[in-house]
């Protein structure tokens, strides 16, 4: 199976919002709600900021939020900070026992 | 402290073999499943394989199937990734990752601890 197709780069200014699509098929991601994303620092390993779809783990701070419709997922960071600016993955169950991450996104914060 | 450690990277010629550990601590090793997710220099995150809590039960990647094995000893609170006839796009840091959640025979599929990660380079 194909990777999750995610936009390659995305940019915004500090305090703005912004959102990151990752689009799967319905065997995917239009099929699970296991949807997680992930940021990755250079050098550092993957942090999880949601998983479930909309689910925030304990210390993730509220300006992440997730969202699915139909096959694609979409993250959403609001009140862009500078130490936003990372790599961030997303990752679905794509049945069988197998898991799909997307390309991933490079999050530049001008 | 709740820490993953992973080891056993190195340098291996195509056709070799090696194997990866990752050393658990401060949870409860057994009641979590346990995942290997590759990252290729340069690029993004790709799942590799992963076991169940108790061990009793394996996934792998269509990339991987039938050259690695993924185990665990519970005893040890290590989990390994023994790969076999490796390739040069097997290069990558491995890291290993703990699922979210509480569940020694089921899988959540998202993971919310991870190491530092090993490099393994496939090269003549």
């Known amino acids: 199976q194909s990777a999750l197709t995610q936009p390659a780069s995305v940019s915004e200014s500090p305090g703005q919002s912004i959102t990151i699509s990752c689009t799967g098929t319905?065997?995917?991601?239009?099929?699970?709600?296991?949807v997680s994303w992930y940021q990755q620092h250079p050098g550092k390993a993957p942090k999880l900021m949601i998983y479930?779809?909309?689910k925030r783990p304990s210390g993730v701070s509220n300006r992440f939020s997730g969202s699915k419709s139909g096959s694609t997922a979409s993250l959403t960071i609001s009140g862009l900070q500078a130490e936003d600016e990372a790599d961030y993955y997303c990752?679905?169950?794509?049945?069988?026992?197998?898991?799909?991450f997307g390309g991933g996104t490079k999050l530049t914060v001008l | 402290e709740v820490q993953l450690l992973e080891s056993g990277g190195g340098l291996v010629q195509p056709g070799g073999s090696l194997r990866l550990s990752c050393a658990a601590s401060?949870?409860?090793?057994?009641?979590?499943?346990m995942s290997w997710v590759r990252q290729a220099p340069g690029k993004g995150l790709e799942w590799v394989s992963i076991?169940?809590?108790?061990?009793?039960?394996?996934y792998y990647a269509d990339s991987v199937k039938g050259r690695f094995t993924t185990s665990r000893d519970s005893s040890k609170n290590t989990l390994y990734l023994q790969m076999n006839n490796l390739r040069t796009e097997d290069t990558a840091v491995y890291y290993c990752?703990?699922?979210?959640?509480?569940?020694?025979?089921?899988?959540?599929?998202?993971?919310?601890?991870w190491g530092r990660g090993t490099l393994v380079t496939v090269s003549s």
């Open positions: 319905s065997s995917d991601v239009g099929n699970y709600n296991l």
């Open positions: 479930e779809v909309n």
């Open positions: 990752a703990k699922d979210y959640l509480v569940c020694p025979d089921c899988y959540y599929w998202y993971f919310d601890l």
């Open positions: 401060g949870f409860t090793f057994s009641s979590y499943a």
């Open positions: 990752c679905s169950y794509a049945g069988s026992g197998n898991l799909l």
């Open positions: 076991i169940s809590g108790r061990g009793g039960s394996t």
